[in-house]
């Protein structure tokens, strides 16, 4: 995406409007150009989903606006002499018309981008010992991982016993696995020591499940599996 001059005889007129992506998506601001427009005024673009139309004006009535239910009307911030800002978040394809002062109208024709939610695979227990545990796992997403977590849901039922989920009286440990910044694929291996674990919990076979969230705030979770806590080594026959 490339940032567009703005239209000059608006910036005049003091009317500018731009489209603010995601941060996250790492795509910069697109400036709107209201110039050299074709016969039926459209303006077309395709945009990050979540991205923020802005527009400002030098006086409250200079802009009127009509946007259909793909636009979000959010706060703004509206600055001390008299320059007016309008925000919106763009949730899907949509159209947006603007009519400034004696300027011609003009519509908005923007297409999203989809932010895909994260993928995360729980592979297999790798290495079982005293005082570990250790898992593989992959994780996905298009703009980048904000966290990947373990989350234990409860002790696993005995044969023949029914799953009686969480503990009330043990609340199930959750820990947060340490994830690169931003990292779209992941194929990694945690190890899970007995220090990590509330003493109640060591040495509990349990269900688990792993979850990664990205950073529009989507989680993912993948289906539960069994998994023994690490216990604490004994070396003191006594403790044993």
Do not use: C
Not at 6 to 13: A, G, L, P, W
Not at 132 to 139: G, I, P
């Amino acid at each position: 995406m490339q940032i567009k001059k703005m239209d000059i005889e608006h910036v005049k007129n003091g009317n500018i409007g731009w489209i603010d992506p995601p941060v996250y998506t790492g795509s910069p601001p697109l400036f709107l150009q209201f110039s050299s427009l074709p016969d039926d005024r459209v303006i077309k673009h395709q945009v990050p989903v979540g991205s923020s139309l802005v527009l400002r004006s030098a006086t409250q009535d200079a802009l009127s606006v009509t946007p259909d239910s793909q636009f979000e009307d959010i706060a703004a911030a509206e600055g001390g002499n008299q320059t007016k800002e309008k925000r919106w978040r763009i949730k899907g394809n949509g159209l947006f018309t603007i009519k400034a002062d004696d300027h011609p109208k003009v519509t908005l024709s923007l297409s999203v981008t989809p932010d895909a939610a994260p993928n995360i695979i729980f592979q297999k227990i790798k290495e079982q010992k005293r005082g570990s545990v250790t898992f593989s796992y992959e994780a996905h997403d298009d703009y980048g991982l904000k966290n990947v977590t373990l989350n234990v849901l409860g002790r696993a039922p005995k044969k023949g016993e029914a799953d009686k989920g969480a503990d009330p009286l043990r609340e199930p440990p959750t820990l947060t696995l340490a994830v690169p910044k931003r990292a779209k694929d992941i194929t990694s291996e945690f190890k899970l020591l007995t220090s990590m674990i509330h003493p109640a919990w060591q040495g509990t076979e349990v269900r688990a499940e792993l979850s990664a969230e990205d950073e529009a705030g989507q989680i993912t979770k993948t289906p539960p599996f069994l998994i023994t806590l690490p216990d604490h080594p004994h070396t003191d026959r006594l403790a044993q």
